[in-house]
């Protein structure tokens, strides 16, 4: 039998490493002891099941595509069974030089988790970006499936972004341990 660990897994895809960087910061303010960290890939399904609390984060590469890790590891996704699990998303896009498909890759896997999953929480404002479509934009609610984070064209925002969304889902996942905001 299995045994849920009472950590938050927070698994991500990085190219460039800016989405492994927002994981860090992310693990910095939740406290490291609260958050493993877990690249994508290097890992099988059988990590996904150490958790009940998740936070997964893509990046949107080019013209809406799944950043390549991830993609490599889709099949994998689809087949997991997120029931019992609460989950968060972080995604990562370029608002202005691909604003038609901002932030779809955390869309498109939004879509796949959200089939099974108890509980998605960490919807973000859209207020404050300027882009033209997303798959990530929950229609007519005027919020984001998870975390918006520009590091190309908002990148002084991102610290102030990560620290109200930190404490957002600290209190959405029910964690006792303490938030700390970060100027990073």
Known sequence: MTTVS??????FGSDEGNTESVAHRIARRLGEDVVDIHDIGEVTQLEF???????????????????SDWEDFWEDVEALDFSGKTVAFIGLGDQFGYGDFFLDA?????????????????????????YDASKAE????????????????QPDQTAERLNRWCVQIHAEFGLDTPVIELDD
Not at 106 to 129: C, F, K, N
Not at 138 to 153: K, R
């Open 106 to 130: 955390m869309g498109m896997l939004h879509d796949v988790v959200e089939r099974s999953a108890d509980r998605i929480i960490g919807h973000w404002p859209t207020q404050g970006y300027d």
């Open 6 to 11: 009472s950590k938050i897994g927070l698994f």
């Open 49 to 67: 099941l150490d958790y009940d609390k998740l936070i997964l984060g893509i990046p949107t590469w080019d013209f809406g595509q799944i950043q």
């Open 138 to 153: 929950i229609p007519g609610q005027g919020l984001f499936v998870g975390l918006a984070i520009d590091e190309d064209q």
